[in-house]
């Protein structure tokens, strides 16, 4: 699995990133991976990309649109929307707390 990150420590799950590119509209996997680098500052490598991607798609969280050329888009579907809905509000109220928590203990 090779997922280049710029922090020691990260969040970025490759499903979460794909879901989370996916829900701007259709892309496909060259596009998602420029979409993660810019928005996450995460490169997703080709077997990273493509493994997550039929892992969504074998769970009903994504669909492989017609293909254009060689390149094949993805779409994220109803059940991958709600998924990334609930853990995009469970990362923000993690993050909400840690942050006070931070606060809190400054001296």
């Known amino acids: 699995m090779m997922v280049r990150r710029k922090q020691d420590v990260a969040w970025a799950d490759p499903a979460l990133l794909i879901l989370g590119s996916l829900a701007a509209g259709p892309k496909h996997g060259y596009a998602i991976v420029q979409d993660t ?28 649109l017609p293909g254009e050329d060689r390149r094949r888009p993805y779409e994220i579907t109803a059940s991958g929307s709600a998924l990334l809905t609930e ?20 001296p």
């Open 87 to 106: 853990r995009l509000k469970a990362m923000s109220s993690f993050a909400s707390h840690g942050l006070a928590r931070l606060k809190t203990a400054q």
């Open 37 to 64: 680098e810019e928005s996450a500052g995460v490169t997703l490598g080709p077997g990273t990309l493509y493994a997550a991607l039929s892992r969504l798609e074998a769970r009903g969280y994504v669909r492989a």
